[in-house]
Every structure is written in C-alpha cells, then in structure tokens.
C-alpha cells in the first residue's frame, strides 16, 4: 500500500502518503502509531469528527501490522540481548579497531552483528591481533586513525561539506570504508550512492572484479547464497554483487547493496535482502584481513 484513502470529518476523502510512523529497535519496528484513526475502520463505523483512514483500507492496514508483528516476534526476542565480544575490554596488544561510523540516520540496526563478525574472525583466521569494535562519528578526531570504517542503516543520511571533507582525507590517506544497506533497504542505498558522489565527484562505484585480492585475502569467494527475498525479485544470483572505489590503485571503498549484518547476527530476517549467514561473514572476515595486510 503506497498510499492511505482518508476520510475527514466533513464526509471528504482525500489520498495520501501513509500515516504510520514507527520507533524501530534492530532491524524491526517495536512502536507503530498512526495519527489518523484506524480502528473505528476495524470497527466498521464512522463519525462526523477526526480524520480517518476509509474501513476497507483501515482492515487491510491492520491486517499487514498483525501479519508484520507475528512475523518479527521471534527477532524483537532476538534482538531483546546485545552480544558483547569478549576481547572488547581484554588489555590490548596490537589492536584491530573495528570501528563504526555513526550518522544522523538509524546507525546500528544490527546490534549483535559486528560482535558476531569479530568472533568469527578470530576463531576462523590466524590474524595475531585483538579485536575491538568502537563507535566514531566523522567529526571524531579519532577517526582518522582507524584502518577500516564500516557503516550501515536503513534510511536516509547525509553528510555536510565538513564531514564528506574529512572522509575524502581519511580515504586518501590509507582508510577504508566498508558499507553495506541493512536488509537491503533502497532508501539507504539510494543515501549511500549520493553521499559517496560528494566525497569522490570525480569516482564512481564500479563493481569488484572476482579476481580482486579482497575476494582471496582469507577465504577464496567465487559463489555466494542470497536471502529467499533476492532469489524472488532478482531471480537465482551465485555471485558477489561489491562495488569500490579504488584510489591510486588502492581498494578504499567497498559497498554492498545486498545486506551483510544480517548474516552476522545469524538471525533469520524474513524480510531482508540479502547475503546467507557463511557469506556474510566469509566477506566480512576478508575484508578485515584485507584492511590489515594492505
């Protein structure tokens, strides 16, 4: 349902983007309130006061929210605990920071998903480092210092002339910034594209080649497994889909328009497109042990 048929209190209708607005926690929506009514439309009556939407449409919103809520109650559950990597506050030798990049949309949808990653690095690879992850913002001073840089989200974001300038010299000299859409979500990737545009004008992102070290640098990726969601809408896919941006022949942006965190967290998301859990986290190991050996 794209758009809401409201009824006002003068008998008139009109049609509109829809009302519903919502306070997500993860990956799912825990809050969902509407400003128009809806349940005198559940009810099946009307009255001369207030704006509602119309009855027929009013029962087929409650029936998707009914259908979305039985369908996510397993992940709120889920997402009810926050995984902590252990090694998080270990006293710390050669450190790998595992740093994410906060923004002004919802910035850390998955919250056990980088815990997730680090762990599997650690027991799937001989990287003698410890791992921490840290939460940074682009105005940070401490973000320059960082190897990698990840971000993710759902929605729209964007970064001022101050903040794509910092990530432009960040990039230059030696970062790397690995992204990806949570769930896939288009407004993010949308975001994401137009973003990156004001930090490189003079680059675009151009797909990753299979041949390209990051696909090699632990695990050797040639085939990957998508979310039933993919499969349905894009048709049957076996191949990474990353795109970069390399800078003086070095690999400093990666992006994936096809969901990566979800894999991490290892927690079935029925609505994301996106990357199996092996995948996900196979990527993610390389592109750690990418950032660290190059």
Not at 66 to 69: N, R
Not at 71 to 99: C, N
Not at 259 to 267: A, I, V
């Given at each position: 349902?794209?758009?809401?048929?409201y009824?006002?209190?003068?008998g008139?209708t009109?049609?509109?983007?829809?009302?519903?607005?919502?306070?997500?926690?993860?990956?799912r929506s825990?809050?969902?309130f509407?400003?128009?009514?809806?349940?005198?439309?559940?009810?099946?009556?009307?009255?001369p006061?207030?704006t509602?939407?119309?009855?027929?449409?009013?029962?087929q919103?409650?029936?998707?929210i009914?259908?979305?809520?039985l369908?996510?109650?397993?992940?709120?559950?889920?997402?009810?605990?926050?995984?902590?990597?252990?090694?998080?506050?270990?006293?710390?030798?050669?450190?790998?920071?595992?740093?994410?990049?906060?923004?002004?949309?919802?910035?850390?949808?998955?919250?056990s998903a980088?815990?997730?990653?680090?762990?599997?690095?650690?027991?799937?690879?001989?990287?003698?480092?410890?791992?921490?992850?840290e939460?940074?913002?682009?105005?940070?001073?401490?973000?320059?210092?960082?190897?990698?840089?990840?971000?993710?989200g759902?929605?729209?974001f964007?970064?001022?002339?101050?903040?794509?300038g910092?990530?432009q010299?960040?990039?230059?000299?030696?970062?790397?910034?690995f992204?990806?859409a949570?769930?896939?979500?288009?407004?993010?990737?949308?975001?994401?594209?137009?973003?990156i545009?004001?930090v490189?004008?003079e680059?675009k992102?151009?797909?990753?080649?299979?041949?390209?070290?990051?696909?090699?640098?632990?695990?050797?990726?040639?085939?990957?497994?998508?979310?039933?969601?993919?499969?349905?809408?894009?048709?049957?896919?076996?191949?990474?889909?990353?795109?970069?941006?390399?800078?003086?022949?070095r690999?400093?942006?990666?992006?994936s328009?096809?969901?990566?965190?979800?894999?991490?967290?290892?927690?079935p998301?029925?609505?994301?497109?996106?990357?199996?859990?092996?995948?996900?986290?196979?990527?993610?190991?390389?592109m750690i042990?990418?950032?660290?050996?190059?």
């Open positions: 349902m794209n758009t809401f048929t009824k006002k209190a003068d008139s009109y049609v509109e983007a829809p009302c519903l607005e919502s306070i997500d926690f993860g990956c825990g809050v969902i509407s400003p128009c009514d809806l349940t005198c439309g559940w009810d099946g009556h009307e009255h006061r207030g509602r939407v119309v009855i027929e449409e009013a029962r919103v409650g029936a998707n009914v259908t979305y809520l369908g996510t109650y397993q992940l709120g559950r889920f997402l009810s605990s926050t995984k902590v990597y252990h090694e998080a506050t270990a006293p710390s030798r050669d450190d790998f920071i595992f740093a994410q990049l906060k923004h002004e949309g919802d910035w850390d949808p998955d919250p980088v815990h997730n990653l680090l762990k599997h690095a650690r027991d799937n690879s001989t990287l003698e480092v410890k791992f921490k992850r939460n940074v913002s682009l105005k940070d001073p401490k973000a320059a210092t960082y190897p990698l840089m990840y971000m993710t759902h929605r729209e964007h970064w001022n002339q101050d903040e794509a910092r990530l010299r960040y990039l230059k000299a030696g970062g790397v910034l992204a990806d949570c769930c896939g979500r288009m407004s993010f990737d949308m975001a994401f594209r137009r973003e545009a004001k490189f004008p680059h992102l151009q797909r990753i080649p299979l041949d390209h070290p990051l696909y090699h640098s632990h695990y050797d990726i040639r085939q990957v497994g998508y979310t039933p969601r993919v499969r349905e809408d894009f048709g049957e896919m076996n191949t990474p889909e990353l795109e970069g941006i390399m800078l003086d022949g690999l400093a942006v990666v992006y328009r096809f969901d990566l965190g979800n894999g991490w967290e290892q927690f998301h029925a609505y994301s497109y996106g990357l199996k859990d092996e995948p996900a986290l196979e990527i993610g190991t390389n042990v990418h950032a660290i050996t190059h």
